[in-house]
């Protein structure tokens, strides 16, 4: 089972080829809505277990969304709003061409690590070979509270950044770098970033938005 929320549109990815039995992705990230959709891809071995499953479920159960869908319906009220704003979403990724797509979060991604090394901040994540094209956390030295950042960045700039989650709360902010996002919304994105950590008191180095937009220029 995989969890494509934010991967979904944003990085490749591959159901069927990669023998994936249950796929949950949801409409908020990579597909550019608001939240409100969620999709499954279901393997025909997981459409069996869930036959079998003694779990009680009504909402979360595939059989009546499979039935309904045989004709083209909806099984409940579906966000109709949300369907039409999909088939523009994917519009627009079909022009775009979804390699370009690909090709531009890993560039975005790449842009952010390189500002976050410019401030001196170290990455949560370690292994190069492991780095997210759709999102960046990025640490604060110790005794730093990364969600008064946070507030400090949102009051100030009216920039709203991912918050750490679970036992990262409060050491690491978050960047999202996908979606419908080119330079200049990235770069707006950096630029508050280290404005705020100017203002919050956080030890850092002056030129990580430099280092990004020298990225970002070399390979336009």
Excluded at 137 to 162: M, N, Q, T
Excluded at 175 to 203: K, R
Aim: charged fraction near 20%; proline fraction near 4%.
């Amino acid at each position: 089972m995989v969890d494509t929320v934010s991967s979904l549109g944003s990085i490749p990815y591959q159901h069927d080829a990669w023998g994936v039995d249950v796929t949950v992705a949801a409409s908020q990230k990579g597909l550019m809505l608001p939240p409100g959709l969620s999709f499954n891809a279901v393997s025909a071995k997981a459409i069996a277990a869930g036959k079998e499953a003694k779990l009680p479920r009504s909402y979360w159960d595939w059989g009546a969304m499979i039935k309904a869908n045989g004709d083209g319906s909806f099984p409940y009220t579906p966000a109709t709003n949300l369907l039409y704003a999909l088939d523009e979403a994917l519009a627009m990724l079909e022009e775009e061409g979804m390699d370009n797509v690909f090709a531009r979060h890993d560039r975005l991604a790449e842009a952010t690590r390189r500002a976050a090394a410019g401030w001196g901040l170290e990455l949560q994540c370690l292994e190069p070979k492991e780095y997210s094209s759709v999102l960046t956390a990025v640490r604060l030295p110790d005794g730093h509270d990364a969600d008064r950042l946070r507030k400090l960045i949102l009051d100030r700039f009216d920039l709203s950044l991912g918050t750490g989650l679970g036992k990262l709360a409060g050491t690491v902010f978050r960047i999202g770098h996908l979606g419908d996002l080119n330079d200049l919304t990235l770069a707006t994105t950096l630029c508050g970033v280290e404005m705020g950590l100017g203002l919050a008191g956080v030890p850092h180095q002056t030129g990580g938005v430099n280092a990004a937009l020298r990225y970002l220029a070399e390979t336009a």
